[in-house]
């Protein structure tokens, strides 16, 4: 198990998310850094963590404003490497990541115009290159869902997996930044058992160690984490033990 330390964008700062509730979300307040600036931030966490690379939530972006291509180039010139939800709706909205240099470019539930998108990706950038986002709200799938026909989150992933995803980011908006843990283990332990040759990534809500280590008994592989870390709530000794 590796972490996956967040940056949440909004308005060229780094935010502290709260429950998908995004009109309330502030600059963030840390004990690792005095600065929301993103640079700043993404340098504290390799200082007291050793991280070189980031999820990035472009907020603004996925709200349909541009995204934030000054901070994704300043970022990756001082050697990180990125995983970016830039609010991607169809394929073409994801070619200019891939142009910029981002390692990972996430296609998120929320966002995309449909199911069609996330076969096109895979096809044209790479499956290992494409992280699917299953984006939920109190368990409950988030985006335009007619176009995949349910409601419901499994048969959604489940097709995914079939167009083509390998790397499945499973996350609960509704949990982010409230230390109640993430609340999707045993569906993550169901996607395992079903797709082994699936990367799972989980986050929103982990608060400690010890979620970590259900985390890790449900066989996921990565953890996004931004509270827990600028808390110190979990530490670099914690992540030795994984």
């Known amino acids: 198990m590796r972490i996956l330390p967040v940056l949440d964008l909004q308005n060229g700062l780094v935010v502290r998310g709260v429950g998908g509730r995004r ?3 502030r ?20 200082a007291h963590f050793g991280f070189d690379e980031l999820y990035l939530a472009d907020l603004d972006a996925i709200a349909g404003h541009p995204p934030a291509w000054d901070t994704y180039a300043s970022l990756r010139e001082a050697g990180f490497r990125l995983n970016v939800d830039a609010g991607v709706r169809t394929t073409a909205d994801a070619k200019p990541l891939a142009g910029a240099g981002v390692e990972g470019i996430v296609a998120g539930l929320e966002t995309l115009t449909g199911p069609e998108v996330v076969r096109d990706l895979c096809r044209e950038l790479g499956s ?16 335009n869902l007619a176009t995949w026909y349910t409601t419901e989150a499994w048969p959604i992933v489940e097709r995914a997996v079939h167009l083509g995803v390998r790397r499945v980011i499973v996350l609960d908006l509704a949990r982010v930044g409230g230390h109640g843990g993430t609340g999707t283990e045993e569906f993550c332990a169901r996607l395992v058992g079903e797709f082994p040759g699936v990367e799972m990534l989980a986050g929103g809500g982990v608060r400690d160690e010890d979620d970590l280590v259900r985390l890790r008994q449900a066989g996921v592989k990565v953890v996004l984490v931004a509270s827990a870390l600028h808390d110190g709530r979990l530490r670099r000794e914690h992540f030795t033990r994984l």
């Open 23 to 25: 009109q309330e979300y």
């Open 27 to 46: 600059p963030v307040v840390s004990r690792l850094t005095s600065s929301s600036r993103p640079l700043d931030v993404a340098l504290a966490f390799r």
């Open 128 to 143: 290992k290159r494409i992280l699917f986002s299953l984006d939920l709200k109190e368990g409950r799938p988030l985006g």
